[in-house]
Structure formats: C-alpha cells, structure tokens
C-alpha cells in the first residue's frame, strides 16, 4: 500500500478532525501530495496540496483559514487539520500522490482508499 488515510469520523458542525495519509517513502519524497473529496452525487474535488520541491501550500477557497496542511517527515506522514467543520464538508477524503498541475486530480498517480467525513447539524 503506498497511501493510506486515516483519521475519519463523524463530528458535529464548528468540530474538527485530523486526517493521516501515511506514504511509501519513495513516494512521500518525490511526489506533490494532495487531498480530495467526494460527496455524494457530486464530482471529485480539490482540497488542498503540498509540493515536494518547495513545500508550498495550496487550499481551495471554502477550506482556507479552516484547514491546514502540515507534514512528518519521519514519518512520511501528511496531516489534514480541520476546523470549525461544516455541514458542507462531508464527503470522503482521498490523499493523493502526483507530479503534474497540483489542483487537477487527473494529473495525480496515486490514491488512498478513503476515509469519510461526515459533519451533522
């Protein structure tokens, strides 16, 4: 297995939940690793990214100032912190390991199995 997440749940509006994508370590040290979401009926799409080469951080507009990505590197871990969760946040998660255009899923190579997330009112 080269990704695998963890860290899913179910937590009630304005909680938070930490998310794990553990990486192969080939992988974790060459590779931009993302995370999507799907929720149900709906398209894939971006949450948010960090490069390998500059490390720099990238988020879609609904999740910046709530979530925030950071990385273990010994562990070959990345880590998805959200906060003040919202209803619209339910879906499953995907950590992802790719080399091309960060914010399109297409251009990723690697995928985890998923974790849910769902947010209640």
């Known amino acids: 297995v080269q990704l695998r997440e963890s860290g899913g749940g179910s937590v009630q509006a304005g909680g938070s939940l930490r998310l794990s994508c553990a990486v192969s370590g080939d992988i974790y040290r060459s590779y931009d690793l993302g995370w999507f979401r799907q929720a149900p009926g709906k398209e894939r799409e971006f949450v948010a990214a960090l490069t390998w080469s500059a490390g720099s951080r990238y988020a879609t507009d609904s999740v910046k100032g709530r979530f925030t990505l950071s990385r273990d590197n010994a562990k070959n871990t990345v880590y998805l912190q959200m906060n003040s969760l919202k209803p619209e946040d339910t879906g499953v998660y995907y950590c992802?390991?790719?080399?091309?255009?960060w914010g399109n899923g297409r251009t990723y190579d690697y995928w985890g199995q998923g974790t849910q997330v769902t947010v209640f009112l």
């Open positions: 992802a390991a790719g080399k091309g255009y």
